[in-house]
């Protein structure tokens, strides 16, 4: 009976430990941020998340996709929670190529909730041109991608320095103290007051670095609050079925020490 229940308070043991994949990194030294979706009981901020999308709209989607989302998924539960006349007018303002009509040819129309986010190039090559030769990655799984996760992508948003003394880049290069090697190709893409926040957030480089990064972990992660939601029940269910096997146990050995 012991070895059984040993395994099982094993068992929940594991489930409670917040465990991380990424590997190791060469520079840790990340800034830490207390994220609302961290932990076993993690959700994301609704107004962080609206927020963060704005700023991947009017700042990051010039450059790079989230091909793996649609527009649907913008009022869905768990994520930015549009209402869904608020996610169809999103979509509206993009357009994607459909076809072919009666007459053979494609044509172009405004998006719909079923369709992806509308990439910015149509392909590698042409995205890799338009940037000097560097490809701006897709953002749909960045966050889980990058060793460091959340706080890596919010650091190096905030990681633009200039170079220390001695220190020569060539064109088209910029010194982050978060970035590899600490050069990267990307210019500081925020600034102070760069956009307008709807909801009147004083839109300052701290800020909008916190919730582009908010969405891009929900990008990565969309049904995260849903898993942890099945994680607690699990746990929940492990405790009761470690409690009642414990006294069913107990009973049925206390019927065989009487018996002998």
Same mark, same amino acid.
């Given at each position: 009976m012991s070895g059984l229940l040993n395994k099982i308070f094993f068992i929940i043991f594991l489930s409670l430990i917040p465990f991380k994949v990424f590997s190791e990194e060469k520079n840790s030294n990340f800034i830490k941020t207390n994220w609302t979706f961290s932990g076993l009981f993690g959700t994301f901020d609704r107004a962080s998340l609206q927020r963060g999308y704005q700023v991947y709209t009017e700042v990051c989607s010039g450059c790079h996709s989230v091909q793996h989302l649609s527009y649907r998924n913008l009022k869905e539960k768990g994520g930015p929670e549009f209402s869904e006349e608020e996610a169809k007018l999103i979509a509206s303002q993009f357009e994607v190529e459909d076809g072919p009509n009666s007459d053979g040819e494609m044509f172009m129309r405004p998006a719909r909730l079923s369709d992806k986010f509308v990439k910015p190039y149509p392909n590698v090559e042409s995205s890799t041109a338009a940037n000097g030769g560097a490809y701006p990655p897709d953002m749909s799984v960045l966050v889980k991608a990058r060793a460091g996760g959340a706080d890596y992508i919010y650091s190096l948003l905030l990681g633009y320095e200039d170079p220390p003394s001695g220190m020569?880049?060539?064109?088209?290069? %910029?010194? =982050?103290? %978060?970035?590899?090697? =600490?050069?990267?190709?990307?210019?500081? &893409? +925020?600034? /102070?007051? +760069?956009?307008? %926040?709807?909801?009147? @957030?004083?839109?300052?480089?701290?800020?909008?670095?916190?919730?582009? @990064?908010?969405? +891009?972990?929900?990008?990565? /992660? &969309?049904?995260? /609050?849903?898993?942890?939601?099945?994680?607690?029940?699990?746990?929940? %269910?492990?405790?009761? +079925?470690?409690?009642?096997?414990?006294?069913?146990?107990?009973?049925?050995?206390?019927?065989? /020490? @009487?018996?002998?």
């Open positions: 020569t880049l060539d064109d088209g290069v %910029y010194y =982050n103290k %978060y970035m590899y090697g =600490n050069q990267i190709k990307m210019s500081a &893409p +925020l600034s /102070e007051g +760069l956009i307008e %926040y709807g909801d009147g @957030t004083v839109a300052s480089v701290e800020q909008m670095s916190k919730d582009v @990064t908010t969405f +891009l972990m929900w990008a990565a /992660e &969309p049904h995260l /609050e849903t898993r942890h939601r099945m994680g607690f029940k699990a746990i929940v %269910y492990l405790i009761i +079925l470690t409690i009642l096997v414990y006294f069913s146990m107990k009973k049925i050995w206390s019927r065989v /020490e @009487t018996e002998v």
